[in-house]
Structures are given as structure tokens and as C-alpha cells.
């Protein structure tokens, strides 16, 4: 009997597989920690014998090399692919057997050039399952804009076409098995659902019930900002990345935070956001761990910058290093551990948390300012009459813009205006942080402008 368990990192919004037939395993598309691949392995009570990817992953550093070497599986990968390591190449309609269990490749291009699915059928021949990756999501598709801006358009169409080949090609029966779209800015527009079949998409999924052209203009209109760091995966993922080194970080006491601060290097606090602005050490930024860190501390640090992080036991810490170097940062300079008293050593500093309540009192005061760190796309939807914007990304090498007085800080839910606020007080700048719904701003009667206005 084929099962199929599922690996999730919603951190990411991303899903890795583990299709077995109780003796033997085939891993789809593993995150870089691969512990967790391994450990479904074991708990099943069987051998990976194939990793396979369906694409070069452009929202995370793979795991399937090192899994691969870990358990001498063969390494599945697009012949078409250019990359720094051996592999078992396959092209469109070449199978894979192992056990009871086989894989047929289909050629999806749209998602990247060169992406695959996976057609998965049981001992009766039948398909049961297809791993589509980033081509057809749960009512949606993955974006095709990753690549190179002069091949979106030509990748669009393809990813039409390739949807349109999946449900024509495979049984209305088919289990879909997507690695993005939970979450994920892999995915082009919205997803839904935690599960679907080919016949389900067929139905709901926006790559059907219109034509090809009238799909490109309502894919490419809906097309968003994607995170900075997703430059450095693909490259990182064609040179066969090795497993994470998840030892504990070196401990880092006061005198060392405070070298690393003055150094212009980036300390990061765990904590949560609203404790975080009761009490901090001076100079360190707020990154509050959840299923939203690593991506925007991600989109936010600049590439490179020495990183340490400051929590409240080791167990945080880890885990905000796990999630770390699923996106290739994996070198900690150290991690200051513990009363955060103890870590300021004196040089201890806070901020004011409002609500948009607070933001409605005090409305129309002379020189207020009021900065808005949402997406572009987030601010054109609508947007504080008179506000300024700036993307959370951006806000650091653009604080100078920001006009003087106390900046009141907002997002859609407080979880980016609260990095926002901690980089705008390291830089000296009185915040206050608006850590609230950006629905309650409409509710109170605060002016908004813009398309929703």
C-alpha cells in the first residue's frame, strides 16, 4: 500500500514528501534540515532509496544533496539543469522504479524552465498522486517571475500550458501533492485549501476557465514583491549544499554584544515584539521568532551582515537557527542567552506600543509621522491619508528619508512595523509601534486613500 507523509515548514509556507510503499522511500523536494526526512523515514520503517526535486528551488536551500549522500539514495534532478554535482538526470516521460512504487517525469515548465513533476502509481500501474512543486498550487500556481524579468511572460505561458497538460495527461482522481502555496511567495497569487485533486483544479484552480492571454494579464497583474534572499538560493542549490551545522552557537556575553553593535553588525532578539519594546539592549533589532521569522529577517538583513541572536533559553535560539539556515544562514556569530538585564550591562532602551486607537487620539497633531512598512502592493490596496512608505526591506538604508519627529509605525498586523520600530530606535529615532490589525484603522474612522477607499 503506497502511503504519502508530509513534511511541512510553514515557516516557509512550503510542503516536502515522503512517498513509501512500507519497505522503500522516495523523499520529494526536503528542506535543508533534514533530520526531519530522516526521521520520517525511520518511523515508517523504511529506506530512502530516491530524493528527488521537482525544481531548483529559489525560496530555500535544498536538503536533497545532503540527503541523498546521508543515505546513499539516488539524487533525481532535471537533465536540463546546470549544476556542480552528479545526479540521476531525467527528462520528460523517463521513469523511476524502486519497489512497488513509480515515479513518471513530466516536463512542467512556468514555475522555472526546467521543472518537473511526478506522476506517482502503485503496483497496479495506476496514478494515485502527482508531485507538481511549483506548476499547479491549490487554486493557483506557482510565480514565474524568478527567473529573469525578459522570460516571465514566456514562462507565464508555459505554466499555462503545463497546468493544462497535468489535467488533461492525469486522473480527475489524482491527489496533489504541491511543494508551495501555503504561505510561500513561490505561490503567483492567493492559495486554498490543505488539499486537492487534478479533477478539484480543474474546476477552481485560476489556470483554467480562461484563455491563455487573458491568464498571463491576470497572473502578471498579480504578481508581488518576493523576498530579497531568494537571489542567493538558486546559485546555493546548484552547487549541492551540504546538511546545516546545527551546533549551538558560541556564547555571546555583554561586552561582546555590545563590540558586535558598535560594529554595525546585526543583533537579533527573539523575543516577543511588545516585550522586546518594553526592554531591550540598545542597538539590537527586534525579529519576534514564529512561522514568520526567518523570511522577513531574511528579506531584511543584508546578505552577509554577521549575525547574533539573543534569546531567552537555548531552546529559542535553536530554533531560530533551524529556521535560519533553511534559507543558507548558517554561520551565528554567537548567541547572548538569558536576562536581557544582564546583557544590556547599562545600556538598556524601550519604545512605546500603541494601538490604532492610540494613532486616532492623537490624529492631526502637528508634526506626526506616521510610516507605513507594508508591501507595495499592501499600500496601493489602501493606505493612512498623509503616511509615509517605506517597505519594512528597505527601511534601514532609507531612514534618512523619513521626515523628523516621532514615527508612529504601522504594517497589517505588527509583527514587520515591530523590526521596523527596533531598526528606526537603533538608529535614534523616537518610534512609537503601532502593533495592531490594519483593519481596526478603517473601523476607527482613520482617513484611508487609495484603491479601497
Known sequence: MTEVITVPTPGLGDRSYLAHDGEVAIAVDPQRDIDRMLSAAESSGTRITHVVETHIHNDYV???????????????????????????????GDVITT??????????PGHTPGHMAYALAGPDGAVTAVFTGGSLLYGAVGRTDLISPDLTEQLTRAQYRS????????????????????????????????????????????????????????????????????????PANRSGPAAPDLRAPAPADAAEIRRRIDAGEWVVDLRQRRVFARDHIAGTISVELGDSFCTYLGWT????????????????????????????????????????????????????????????????????????????????????EGAAHIPLWEVERRTGEIPDGEVWVHCASGFRAGIA??????????????DDDWQRARELGLPVTGEES
Open 421 to 434: 520600530a527596533s531598526l528606526l530606535d537603533r538608529a535614534g529615532r523616537p518610534v512609537v509601534h503601532v
Open 62 to 92: 535544498t536538503g536533497g544533496y545532503a540527503l541523498a549522500q546521508a543515505t546513499g539514495a539516488a539524487y533525481v534532478v532535471a537533465a536540463a539543469e546546470d549544476v556542480a554535482f552528479d545526479r540521476l538526470p531525467v527528462g520528460d
Open 301 to 384: 538583513l543584508p546578505w552577509g551582515t554577521p549575525l547574533t541572536l539573543v534569546g531567552e533559553g537555548p531552546d529559542q535560539v535553536a530554533e531560530a537557527q533551524r529556521q535560519l539556515a533553511r534559507i543558507g544562514i548558517d554561520r551565528l556569530a554567537g548567541a547572548g542567552i538569558g536576562d536581557i538585564a544582564s546583557l544590556a550591562a547599562g545600556r538598556a532602551a524601550s519604545y512605546p506600543v500603541a494601538e490604532f486607537e492610540d494613532l486616532a487620539a492623537v490624529w492631526g497633531r502637528a508634526g506626526l509621522v506616521v510610516l507605513d512598512v507594508r508591501r507595495p502592493d499592501e499600500w496601493q490596496a489602501g493606505h493612512l
Open 163 to 234: 497546468a493544462h497538460r497535468l489535467a488533461r495527461e492525469l486522473p480527475d482522481g489524482a491527489v496533489i501533492y504541491p511543494t508551495h502555496g501555503f504561505g510561500s511567495f513561490c505561490s503567483a497569487t492567493p492559495t486554498s485549501g490543505e488539499s486537492s485533486t487534478i479533477g478539484r483544479e480543474r474546476r477552481a484552480n485560476v489556470a483554467f476557465g480562461s484563455s491563455e492571454d487573458a491568464f498571463v494579464k491576470q497572473l502578471l497583474a498579480g504578481l508581488v514583491a518576493y523576498p530579497s534572499y531568494y537571489a542567493h538560493m538558486g
Open 99 to 108: 519497489g512497488s512504487l513509480t515515479l513518471t517525469a513530466l516536463h512542467t
